[in-house]
T-cell receptor, first 113, second 113 residues
Framework: IAGITQAPTSQILAAGRRMTLRCTQDMRHNAMYWYRQDLGLGLRLIHYSNTAGTTGKGEVPDGYSVSRANTDDFPLTLASAVPSQTSVYFC????????????FGPGTRLTVL | LAKTTQPISMDSYEGQEVNITCSHNNIATNDYITWYQQFPSQGPRFIIQGYKTKVTNEVASLFIPADRKSSTLSLPRVSLSDTAVYYCLVGVLDQTGANNLFFGTGTRLTVIP
């Protein structure tokens, strides 16, 4: 069982370019999340999805969009990347959003120049 | 105003008990308190979760007072491999009145031989 996979592992991106970070889980979890973690800091929630077909905004949603077309996939899109979006991005999933263990992916390290 | 606060760092000798406290004054009524451990270049890993009073599992205990405005993670007899950053995660009502998830600022624990 893979758990949660993220792609790419790392990416260097020119400012203004569009980028989609991919996240797939095989645990049939209802809830999925995207967090960003800046160097030396904690994780901040970008967007979440309680169940397939629904999404919600976290603490820092500006500049990002998500979709949840099915249970397994939760892509995060940066429509026009800016240097302040340089960060490590973690995807996670859980049975229930406000209860239960969240399982995290390995992260995507994104650098916007 | 920070949603959750933790001490920035702690040092402990091997074999000692370590207690890390997280303050979350605005925790949402029905939400749980969850603690995670994070090693460098990895996603966070679940340690323990609770709603009130005390919870214990094979690796840690979690103490939550009646007002639920704080929680204390207790690690018994730490070893060198417990050197990591520890985060609390709680649901808090944000500025819009919606329930949202906030990680604490993180506590870097260093275990000394």
């Amino acid at each position: 069982i893979a758990g949660i996979t993220q792609a790419p592992t790392s990416q260097i991106l020119a400012a203004g370019r569009r980028m989609t970070l991919r996240c797939t889980q095989d645990m049939r979890h209802n809830a999925m999340y995207w967090y960003r973690q800046d160097l030396g800091l904690g994780l901040r929630l970008i967007h979440y999805s309680n169940t397939a077909g629904t999404t919600g905004k976290g603490e820092v949603p500006d500049g990002y969009s998500v979709s949840r077309a099915n249970t397994d996939d939760f892509p995060l899109t940066l429509a026009s990347a800016v240097p302040s979006q340089t960060s490590v991005y973690f995807c996670a999933s859980s049975d229930s959003m406000f209860q239960g263990e969240q399982f995290f992916g390995p992260g995507t390290r994104l650098t916007v120049l | 105003l920070a949603k959750t606060t933790q001490p920035i760092s702690m040092d402990s000798y091997e074999g000692q008990e370590v207690n890390i406290t997280c303050s979350h004054n605005n925790i949402a009524t029905n939400d749980y308190i969850t603690w995670y451990q994070q090693f460098p270049s990895q996603g966070p890993r679940f340690i323990i979760q609770g709603y009130k009073t005390k919870v214990t599992n094979e690796v840690a205990s979690l103490f939550i007072p009646a007002d639920r405005k704080s929680s204390t993670l207790s690690l018994p007899r730490v070893s060198l491999s417990d050197t990591a950053v520890y985060y609390c995660l709680v649901g808090v009502l944000d500025q819009t009145g919606a329930n949202n998830l906030f990680f604490g600022t993180g506590t870097r624990l260093t275990v000394i031989p």
